[in-house]
Every structure is written in C-alpha cells, then in structure tokens.
C-alpha cells in the first residue's frame, strides 16, 4: 500500500503557512536608540527611472508599493531619531573579477551589464532614498550580505543597535541574506513586506512567506511598523 509522506516541515512546526500572520500579530517594542533602519541598495540603476536594473524590479515594486512606503517610512524614521545605516553593492569597476573562481551567475551577468558603475549616474544614490547627513554609509558588500566583508556588525555595535529594520532591494538575495546573517549575530529582525522589491513575484512570495518566517522575528507592512514606532 503506497504511503503518502507528510512534508516534514508540517510535522516539525504544524501550520507553518500560517507563521507569515503570525508573526506580524506579535507585539513587538521598538525603541529608537537602539534600533535601525538598514536600507539596501538605494542606487540609481535600482531605484531611478532609467536605472539599468530598474525595470527589472519595477512590477514587483509597483504591486507592493515599494516607493511610496518608502517615502512614509524614511522620513517617519528620521523624524523619530532612528539611526539610518545604508548597505550599498559592490560598484562595478572594470576587471572587478578577473581571475576569479567562483562567480555567482548573478556577478557573471554583471559583468557585461556594469551596474552601479563608479563614475556612472546608475552607481550614484537616488536622492530620495539614498543617505543624508548622519546616516552610516557601510562598506560595499561584494554579493549579497550586507555583512559579509563589510564594518557593518561593528558599526551596529558600537551604535549600540539590537534591532533591525530591512527595505529596499533585492527581497530574496541582498535583503534576505543581510536578515539571516543579523539573526545569526544575535539581531531582532524586521522585514518590511511592502518596502522591498525583487525580480520576480515568485522572489516576493519567497522572501516573506517561505524563507522570510525561519529567520525574521517580525513581518510587516509598513503601515504595521509605523503604528509600533515611537513618536
């Protein structure tokens, strides 16, 4: 008689397609000395109409409204004195990998493309989403962690930051990977579902309704956050 398995995931942790709703209904206090705002790859060629990489996140952008919740949740954030931290790529300069052993696919098709070029309008900051006076501009991360062999740990240290807010760009690779490697140094993770964008809606439903629940102690919608902000 065939036996039909149950996913071992249901069986560990029953409901687990629920735990997106769940963890947004968790009380959560954010103070604003030690909690920050961290946002991802605020670039031309992402975030600026006529951005190499802009029409690529653009639906996925629109569908979750991604410019406008930024322009409520940056200002919002400044306001309450939060300490804003932005976490930029590795710009493109020629020869960047040469001899290199092992490229991810997304560096390969980098290459020819030159995002976030040095010298270029698209390796520029967009200006409305890009640092100001007082925020931290964290070392270049070279794939997709925003930790990964930058000063960004020690940056959150000596700021004395324990929590973490993540937005902007790519859901599923730069924002996810900065989120479980903040969790894993001991951070309170907060992604915010409708201030980020990514390549595909399958990277969207991805990043905050598979991956995002092993990883991240809060999931909310902007306007969830701002509502738990300080005034």
């Known amino acids: 008689m065939e036996r039909k398995w149950e996913p071992i995931a249901h069986r560990v942790i029953p409901h687990i397609e629920t735990l997106p709703k769940e963890i947004s209904k968790m009380s959560i206090e954010y103070t604003a000395a030690r909690t920050a705002l961290l946002i991802v790859d605020p670039y031309n060629d992402f975030m600026s109409e006529g951005g190499k990489l802009y029409g690529a996140i653009k639906p996925t952008a629109d569908e979750s409204g991604m410019f406008d919740n930024l322009r409520k949740l940056i200002p919002a954030a400044r306001q309450?004195?939060?300490?804003?931290?932005?976490?930029?790529?590795?710009?493109?300069?020629?020869?960047?990998?040469?001899?290199?052993?092992?490229?991810?696919?997304?560096?390969?098709?980098?290459?020819?493309?030159?995002?976030?070029?040095?010298?270029?309008?698209?390796?520029?900051?967009?200006?409305?989403?890009?640092?100001?006076?007082?925020?931290?501009?964290?070392?270049?991360?070279?794939?997709?962690?925003?930790?990964?062999?930058?000063?960004?740990?020690?940056?959150?240290?000596?700021?004395?930051?324990?929590?973490?807010?993540?937005?902007?760009?790519?859901?599923?690779?730069?924002?996810?990977?900065?989120?479980?490697?903040?969790?894993?140094?001991?951070?309170?993770?907060?992604?915010v579902r409708d201030a980020a964008a990514a390549f595909s809606p399958e990277g969207m439903h991805a990043a905050f309704n598979i991956n995002g629940p092993t990883y991240a102690h809060a999931i909310l919608t902007t306007a969830e956050l701002l509502e738990r902000l300080p005034v």
């Open 80 to 191: 309450i004195g939060l300490q804003i931290f932005v976490l930029p790529h590795h710009r493109s300069h020629a020869g960047d990998f040469d001899g290199w052993q092992h490229m991810t696919p997304f560096q390969q098709a980098g290459v020819p493309l030159q995002a976030f070029a040095v010298g270029s309008w698209g390796g520029e900051f967009n200006s409305e989403f890009g640092p100001q006076k007082g925020d931290i501009v964290v070392h270049e991360h070279w794939a997709q962690s925003g930790f990964a062999n930058t000063d960004l740990d020690q940056q959150l240290k000596q700021h004395d930051i324990q929590r973490v807010i993540l937005v902007g760009v790519i859901a599923n690779s730069c924002i996810e990977s900065t989120g479980r490697f903040a969790m894993e140094l001991g951070y309170h993770v907060t992604l």
